[in-house]
């Protein structure tokens, strides 16, 4: 039997077989074309009688069903992993977030004024309030506030706009 006479006589009823495992038209299709194409790699091995063929194409393409749906069903928990996992890896991404923020106000509070680098540290990293700074540098709370503001005008100009913005947004949540 050719193998175009098989195509003709096997490939719709191939692929109406896989459709019923799949439900998918297109997929159906493809199973069925690769079944054919795992036939004539292997028809050597194959006996020329038309059942023996038959079964082969058969059995090609409900193994090849059952890999598609088993391939689905890794999909499918994968998603569901993903999903369960993502309020975690939105609090990770947000610590890496914070992190990379907190290491560029670093670097810009090392290129601030003395003074206003450590008001400004002490202020907003440290968390102290005004009146504890001022008391612990013994300076009044008007240059506390003062030194605080100049800073962040300071730091305004030396950061990327997105990493003040993040700055200030970190700042208020805590």
Do not use: W
Request: net charge positive; with cysteine.
């Amino acid at each position: 039997m050719t193998a175009e006479t098989l195509f003709r006589q096997y490939y719709a009823r191939l692929c109406h077989y896989a459709f019923q495992f799949t439900g998918d038209a297109e997929q159906a299709r493809d199973i069925a074309q690769e079944a054919f194409v795992g036939y004539l790699a292997r028809q050597d091995e194959v006996s020329v009688h038309p059942d023996a063929i038959r079964n082969f194409l058969y059995t090609s393409v409900r193994h090849a069903c059952l890999n598609v749906l088993r391939h689905h069903k890794v999909v499918e928990k994968f998603v569901q992993e993903q999903t369960a996992a993502a309020p975690v890896d939105a609090g990770a991404m947000q610590a890496i977030i914070r992190t990379e923020v907190l290491a560029a106000v670093h670097e810009a509070l090392q290129s601030l004024p003395e003074e206003c680098g450590r008001i400004v540290r002490m202020g907003y990293i440290d968390g102290l309030k005004n009146q504890q700074i001022a008391r612990q540098l013994n300076i009044s709370i008007n240059t506390v506030k003062t030194q605080k503001r100049r800073g962040l005008q300071l730091l305004r100009l030396r950061l990327p706009p997105e990493t003040y913005l993040l700055l200030l947004y970190l700042l208020t949540r805590d």
